[in-house]
């Protein structure tokens, strides 16, 4: 599809180009704009959040969920309890 519109005569206009390949003009503009992808890995996966907890605040918060006075009670009640 990018090759066709790049190589496309002057006299053919956009709208009647991408009416006869079914796309609509504006995904030929968004496709003009876009950025190059770098190669390798774009995902954030792999970066630690800023605001996540350590392993310590982590293991801690698990602790308190599992103990006792806790155990049969969901996160979010466990939560405005303490608060």
Request: proline letters at 8%.
């Amino acid at each position: 599809m990018k090759h066709v519109m790049e190589h496309r005569p002057d006299t053919l206009p956009l709208t009647v180009a991408c009416r006869a390949l079914g796309i609509h003009r504006s995904s030929v503009y968004a496709r003009r704009k876009a950025p190059v992808a770098p190669s390798g890995n774009t995902s954030r996966k792999h970066c630690r959040q800023p605001r996540a907890l350590s392993e310590a605040e982590r293991q801690q918060a698990l602790d308190m969920l599992h103990s006792a006075r806790f155990c049969d009670q969901p996160p979010a009640q466990v939560r405005a309890t303490l608060l």
